[in-house]
């Protein structure tokens, strides 16, 4: 057994489908995995339509698994043996896993198949012929095995390519979608909810990498508040790679709106006033669109009259991935992407501070534009700017 190795298998989704990218595509997709595995020092090569890792010991294998299941643009991990392109090889090293496979299972008696691609036509097997030999090594070496062509509990996988063969029994999903970085760039709008770090892993899957922005009232928020989304920006990153978070101060506007503008229209005035911010840094930092947590509905800030007044104070495109998805559903990814237990951490937002006892759920975009010019806004946007700060949020 000392010829076998220990390699990732790795299968992409959706890039087949981009034709003449598909060079880019990969190359994206070997980034984020060695990005997703760093500081290990793995070698990540590309072999007709497949990717393979090479280099991590036996024992962080699974781990190195896990983390590449959060990979976007990865349809499904196996851990495999590799081993010389001989049947004898591949009998030997289907047994070894087949082993540790009833072991970890219950009882000797389960059912199996065998599945097999032969990317090397050179190989003198078919793959008709790899699966049923080996199906019948399995069945001698382990009597109580049985072969289910339609549901087996164990699947064992075996793949002749160019340089050997790779056996394997597990297949983890991967998260689909597609490489981070080739799709543009998009600028998220972060709170601490549960909403918007939501709408960053949404858009971050389709291949769009993630700037983000948060705006902060100090002493109204706390030092604790900025933190907990600093830890939301850390926890998208472990899917959308390293995000550039810029903290925005925010109280001067936020005090000159409750000032100077109708107590009703505050939230929408806000909404307004964030998004141009957001806009100008999205600019500056290469981003293309700009990204909320809204749903339609959700609070009076969310109906279609809202969202046009706050569509109105920008030009950039503005994603809102969450648009008709219920609370319960986004708790639930919430869950699913590991930030939910952050989110609902008991921080104050800027915008829950400053709420109004009876906000507009209709108002009009002319009466807002009027409302806006109430206050000389713009000096005000610039030293925000001035005053902003960069944190690097990448995962920890
Ligand atoms: P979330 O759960 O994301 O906070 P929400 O349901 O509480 O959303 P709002 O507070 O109305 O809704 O915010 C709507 C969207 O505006 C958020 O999803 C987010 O994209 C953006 N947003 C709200 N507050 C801030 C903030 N302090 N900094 C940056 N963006 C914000
Ligand atoms: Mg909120």
């Known amino acids: 057994m000392d010829s076998m190795e220990t390699v990732l298998l790795v299968r992409y989704a959706e890039i087949h489908l981009k034709g003449l990218n598909r060079p880019f595509f990969e190359r994206a997709l070997m980034n984020a995995i060695r ?14 339509g497949r990717i393979f890792v090479y280099g991590i010991a036996a024992d962080r294998l699974m781990e190195a698994a896990a983390r590449l299941s959060r990979v976007f643009g990865i349809h499904s991990v196996s851990p495999t043996c590799a081993v010389e392109k001989r049947f004898e090889a591949i009998e030997e090293a289907a047994s070894v896993l087949m082993r540790e496979t009833l072991d970890e299972l219950e009882g000797e008696s389960h059912s199996f198949k065998v599945f097999s691609r032969r990317a090397d036509k050179r190989f003198p097997l078919r793959s008709e012929d790899i699966c049923r030999e080996l199906g019948h090594t399995l069945l001698q070496r382990f009597p109580a095995l049985r072969v289910d ?49 939501v709408a960053g892993h949404m858009i971050a899957k389709r291949g769009v ?18 933190d907990k989304v600093i830890e ?30 109708p107590p009703s229209e505050t939230t929408v005035l806000m909404r307004r006033l ?21 749903a339609i509905g959700q ?34 990814r919430a869950k699913a992407i590991g930030t939910f237990d952050t989110s609902i951490q008991p921080y104050e937002d800027c915008c829950t501070v400053f709420v109004p006892q009876h906000p507009v759920t209709k108002p009009k975009v002319e009466k807002l534009r009027e409302s806006e010019a109430l206050v000389d806004f713009a000096p005000m946007i610039e030293r925000a700017i001035a005053d902003m700060q960069l944190v690097e949020a990448a995962e920890g």
């Open 209 to 226: 990498a993630i700037d983000a922005i948060h705006f902060y009232s100090y002493p109204y928020t706390s030092e604790r508040a900025r």
């Open 299 to 332: 609070v009076a800030s969310q109906t279609i009259e809202s969202l046009t007044v706050t569509n109105d104070a920008v030009s950039m495109p503005v994603f809102r991935p969450l648009i008709g998805f219920d609370k319960e559903e986004i708790i639930d």
């Open 232 to 261: 939301l920006a850390k926890i998208v990153a472990r899917y959308a790679g390293p995000i550039r978070l810029y903290l925005v101060p925010f109280t001067e506007i936020q005090l000159a709106i409750y000032d100077h503008c």
């Open 149 to 197: 062509v339609r549901a087996p509990e164990i699947r064992v996988g075996v793949e002749i390519r160019q340089e050997r063969a790779f056996v394997y029994v597990r297949e983890i999903p991967g998260a689909g979608g597609m490489p981070v970085g080739t799709n543009g760039r998009a600028m998220l709008l972060i709170s601490g909810g549960i909403d918007s770090p």
């Open 274 to 294: 964030m998004m141009q911010i957001a806009e100008r840094v999205a600019r500056s930092s290469g981003a293309q669109a700009l990204i909320t947590g809204e």
């Open 35 to 48: 990005r997703a595995l760093a500081p290990a020092p793995v070698e990540v090569v590309r072999e007709q």
